[in-house]
């Protein structure tokens, strides 16, 4: 990485200020303030292997530095190092799958010194479902460019064979022009199938689903509400104008209340961050994740316990979704990585 900042009057490398800042977000810090409280309070034997040891960085100075990044190229050098490490414990006997999802970064929407309001930085990223690892993300205009950046977001998978591959997103890339990719790619994919494609949605609904038998039942039990979920697979022989496309699934999620502060928003101070620094402290928090749950650290969260109130009644929802044509398993435990971490940790 070229150090963007100008040569005269630098006190702390640029390597130094990102190795500080992945050693604290591993901690959990998630502002520049956490960091540089962190790095100040560190003993005099780490500090001096950090190289931080004669004088500590203050927060303005990694902020600087971090926000003046390339983030695009960042993003490229963290990826393809998470890329290889991945590709090493890749589920044997089963298909790789990726998720691609969009997300708008907390704390990058602000006021600038006109007044003006400045829209959040919106991340598209893609996921290994089985190591559940961030192995790529690009900066979007917005939520609406991620259409755009669906295929230039799989080209930076240089180590990640996508032939036999499963790519699962949400309806908003339920496109043809994605799909005609995938297929060319010699990829499998899951899409949803919602009201921004009516007719293909009808064409679903019109499927002999009351004939068909359940397939899966899942109940689950998280975030303040039960979830019970039935999925019905058909393959699809004709009447079905998207290409490629070989079964459909229809989804119907019934879901309940029951905890009685199921609604409650809790509220987070956080630190605006302009310039790059949203998307690079992004990616830091992305490479602390991965290394630890590539070397086969697992979180754990205890549950609370609640009163449950009067059985409201249940909310069903039908969703339709296409998918592949044959069976395939998308999560399981990560396999254990630490003969390939050690070197870098």
Do not use: Y
């Not at 799989?154 to 990640?160: A, F, G, K, P, V």
């Not at 689950?220 to 019970?228: F, S, Y």
């Not at 999925?231 to 459909?248: D, L, M, S």
Request: hydrophobic share 40%; with cysteine.
């Amino acid at each position: 990485m070229v150090d963007p900042r100008n040569a005269r009057g630098i006190r702390h490398r640029l390597v130094v200020l990102l190795t500080v800042a992945v050693c604290t977000v591993s901690t959990g810090a998630r502002s520049f303030v956490a960091v540089a409280e962190w790095v100040a309070d560190l003993p005099a034997t780490p500090a001096d292997t950090l190289g931080t040891g004669g004088r500590c960085p203050s927060e303005s100075t990694i902020r600087r530095a971090v926000g003046a990044m390339d983030a695009d190229a960042f993003d490229a050098v963290i990826g393809g190092l998470v890329q290889q490490l991945c590709a090493a414990v890749a589920p044997a006997g089963r298909r790789r799958v990726l998720a691609v999802d969009g997300k708008t970064l907390r704390g990058s929407r602000h006021i600038d010194r006109d007044g003006n309001v400045v829209v959040g930085r919106h991340l598209l990223a893609v996921i290994d479902q089985h190591t559940r690892v961030v192995l790529g993300q690009l900066d979007v205009a917005g939520k609406t460019s991620e259409i755009t950046a669906f295929t230039p977001l799989l080209d930076t998978l240089t180590s990640i064979d996508l032939a036999e591959t499963v790519i699962t997103a949400d309806a908003l890339h339920t496109q043809r022009e994605h799909v005609a990719d995938l297929h060319a790619r010699g990829a499998h994919w899951v899409l949803s199938v919602k009201g921004n494609q009516p007719r293909l949605r009808r064409q679903l609904a019109a499927r002999p689903w009351r004939q068909v038998e359940i397939s899966h039942r899942a109940v689950a039990t998280a975030h303040g509400r039960r979830e019970i979920r039935t999925c019905k697979i058909v393959t699809i022989a004709a009447g079905i104008e998207f290409p490629h496309a070989a079964q459909a699934v229809q989804i119907i999620r019934k879901s309940r209340p029951i905890s009685a502060r199921t609604g409650k928003k809790s509220r987070w101070r956080t630190e605006t961050r302009t310039g790059a620094a949203p998307q690079v402290m992004a990616t830091l928090r992305n490479l602390a994740i991965s290394l630890h749950r590539l070397a086969g650290a697992h979180q754990h969260r205890r549950r609370a316990t609640t009163s449950r109130p009067r059985r409201p009644p249940t909310t069903p929802t039908t969703q339709h979704h296409l998918t592949l044509p044959t069976p395939w398993v998308g999560h399981g435990a990560a396999d254990q990585a630490s003969d390939h971490l050690s070197p870098l940790l």
